[in-house]
Protein backbone atom coordinates (compact mmCIF):
# COMPACT_ATOMS: atom_id res chain seq x y z
CA UNK A 1 0.00 0.00 0.00
CA UNK A 2 2.70 2.41 0.53
CA UNK A 3 4.28 2.23 -2.65
CA UNK A 4 0.76 2.53 -4.16
CA UNK A 5 0.64 5.91 -2.19
CA UNK A 6 4.08 7.05 -3.04
CA UNK A 7 3.14 5.90 -6.72
CA UNK A 8 -0.05 8.31 -6.80
CA UNK A 9 1.43 11.24 -5.14
CA UNK A 10 4.12 11.10 -7.63
CA UNK A 11 1.71 11.17 -10.38
CA UNK A 12 -1.04 13.57 -8.56
CA UNK A 13 -3.47 10.96 -8.95
CA UNK A 14 -6.00 11.30 -5.92
CA UNK A 15 -6.16 9.01 -3.22
CA UNK A 16 -10.04 8.92 -1.75
CA UNK A 17 -8.80 6.39 1.23
CA UNK A 18 -7.24 3.74 2.39
CA UNK A 19 -9.35 0.41 3.84
CA UNK A 20 -7.76 -2.54 5.27
CA UNK A 21 -8.73 -5.80 4.01
CA UNK A 22 -9.07 -8.68 6.10
CA UNK A 23 -8.84 -7.37 9.11
CA UNK A 24 -10.37 -10.45 11.03
CA UNK A 25 -12.65 -13.33 10.36
CA UNK A 26 -16.21 -13.40 10.70
CA UNK A 27 -17.81 -17.35 9.77
CA UNK A 28 -20.93 -19.02 10.78
CA UNK A 29 -20.05 -22.20 13.48
CA UNK A 30 -21.16 -24.65 10.97
CA UNK A 31 -18.52 -23.77 8.52
CA UNK A 32 -15.46 -24.60 10.81
CA UNK A 33 -13.87 -27.40 11.92
CA UNK A 34 -13.38 -28.68 15.37
CA UNK A 35 -10.24 -31.27 16.18
CA UNK A 36 -8.88 -32.31 19.49
CA UNK A 37 -5.29 -31.92 21.29
CA UNK A 38 -4.17 -35.76 19.13
CA UNK A 39 -6.24 -33.84 15.56
CA UNK A 40 -8.87 -35.82 15.91
CA UNK A 41 -11.91 -34.63 14.25
CA UNK A 42 -14.54 -33.55 16.65
CA UNK A 43 -16.36 -31.44 14.76
CA UNK A 44 -19.77 -33.45 14.65
CA UNK A 45 -19.34 -33.50 18.51
CA UNK A 46 -19.03 -29.59 18.89
CA UNK A 47 -21.48 -28.61 16.42
CA UNK A 48 -24.14 -30.55 18.48
CA UNK A 49 -23.03 -29.32 22.33
CA UNK A 50 -22.81 -25.57 20.77
CA UNK A 51 -26.29 -25.78 19.00
CA UNK A 52 -27.69 -27.25 22.55
CA UNK A 53 -26.04 -25.18 24.39
CA UNK A 54 -26.56 -21.55 22.03
CA UNK A 55 -29.21 -22.34 19.57
CA UNK A 56 -28.33 -21.99 15.62
CA UNK A 57 -27.36 -18.90 14.14
CA UNK A 58 -23.85 -18.73 16.18
CA UNK A 59 -20.89 -17.21 14.15
CA UNK A 60 -17.59 -16.75 15.64
CA UNK A 61 -15.25 -13.99 15.02
CA UNK A 62 -11.31 -13.37 14.78
CA UNK A 63 -7.67 -12.54 12.93
CA UNK A 64 -6.98 -13.36 10.04
CA UNK A 65 -3.93 -12.36 9.64
CA UNK A 66 -1.55 -10.59 12.37
CA UNK A 67 -1.23 -6.93 12.08
CA UNK A 68 -0.18 -4.50 14.95
CA UNK A 69 -3.05 -2.78 16.03
CA UNK A 70 -3.78 0.14 14.68
CA UNK A 71 -1.12 -0.25 11.76
CA UNK A 72 -3.22 0.10 9.10
CA UNK A 73 -4.64 3.70 9.85
CA UNK A 74 -1.11 4.91 11.47
CA UNK A 75 0.18 4.22 8.23
CA UNK A 76 -2.68 6.46 6.53
CA UNK A 77 -1.96 9.20 8.84
CA UNK A 78 1.69 8.80 8.43
CA UNK A 79 1.13 9.84 4.36
CA UNK A 80 -1.86 11.77 5.24
CA UNK A 81 -4.36 9.84 3.14
CA UNK A 82 -7.56 9.35 4.94
CA UNK A 83 -8.65 6.41 6.67
CA UNK A 84 -12.14 4.77 5.18
CA UNK A 85 -12.05 1.72 7.63
CA UNK A 86 -11.61 -1.94 7.98
CA UNK A 87 -13.29 -4.68 6.71
CA UNK A 88 -13.98 -8.33 7.97
CA UNK A 89 -13.19 -11.82 6.09
CA UNK A 90 -16.91 -13.28 6.01
CA UNK A 91 -17.61 -16.56 4.32
CA UNK A 92 -20.86 -15.79 4.06
CA UNK A 93 -20.26 -12.80 1.95
CA UNK A 94 -17.56 -13.89 -0.21
CA UNK A 95 -20.51 -16.61 -1.29
CA UNK A 96 -22.94 -14.38 -1.67
CA UNK A 97 -21.01 -11.67 -3.84
CA UNK A 98 -19.48 -14.53 -6.35
CA UNK A 99 -23.20 -15.68 -6.81
CA UNK A 100 -24.51 -12.09 -7.33
CA UNK A 101 -26.52 -11.68 -4.16
CA UNK A 102 -26.67 -8.90 -2.21
CA UNK A 103 -24.36 -9.05 1.57
CA UNK A 104 -27.36 -7.61 3.60
CA UNK A 105 -29.52 -10.41 2.86
CA UNK A 106 -26.55 -13.18 3.44
CA UNK A 107 -23.53 -11.72 5.00
CA UNK A 108 -22.64 -10.99 8.48
CA UNK A 109 -24.54 -7.49 9.60
CA UNK A 110 -20.99 -6.30 11.05
CA UNK A 111 -18.96 -6.88 7.86
CA UNK A 112 -22.25 -5.38 6.15
CA UNK A 113 -22.24 -2.34 8.53
CA UNK A 114 -18.41 -2.20 8.38
CA UNK A 115 -19.01 -1.62 3.96
CA UNK A 116 -22.00 0.69 4.50
CA UNK A 117 -19.62 2.91 6.73
CA UNK A 118 -17.07 2.98 4.22
CA UNK A 119 -19.26 3.61 1.47
CA UNK A 120 -20.85 6.63 3.28
CA UNK A 121 -16.98 7.62 4.04
CA UNK A 122 -16.55 8.09 0.31
CA UNK A 123 -19.42 9.53 -0.66
CA UNK A 124 -18.90 12.02 2.16
CA UNK A 125 -15.05 12.33 0.56
CA UNK A 126 -16.25 13.23 -2.72
CA UNK A 127 -19.15 15.62 -2.00
CA UNK A 128 -16.56 17.53 0.25
CA UNK A 129 -13.64 17.32 -1.98
CA UNK A 130 -14.88 17.73 -5.64
CA UNK A 131 -13.06 14.78 -6.34
CA UNK A 132 -15.67 13.74 -8.56
CA UNK A 133 -14.78 17.29 -10.58
CA UNK A 134 -11.19 16.11 -10.30
CA UNK A 135 -11.73 12.74 -11.62
CA UNK A 136 -13.60 13.97 -14.32
CA UNK A 137 -11.18 16.54 -15.23
CA UNK A 138 -8.30 13.91 -15.29
CA UNK A 139 -11.04 11.18 -17.43
CA UNK A 140 -12.06 13.82 -20.00
CA UNK A 141 -7.98 14.41 -20.57
CA UNK A 142 -7.56 11.43 -21.70
CA UNK A 143 -10.02 12.28 -24.89
CA UNK A 144 -13.17 9.77 -22.86
CA UNK A 145 -16.63 10.64 -22.12
Keep these: VRKEIVFCSKVTLPILGVVENMSGFVAPVGALNFSDVQGRNVTRE???????????GLRVEGEL??????AVKAMADEYGVPWLGSIAQDIEMSKATEQGRLIEQDGSVTVAGQVESIVCSLIARCEES???????????AKGST
Excluded: I, T, V, W
Design 46 to 56: ALQMLSERFGG
Design 65 to 70: LYAEAG
Design 130 to 140: HCRRDLGDRHD
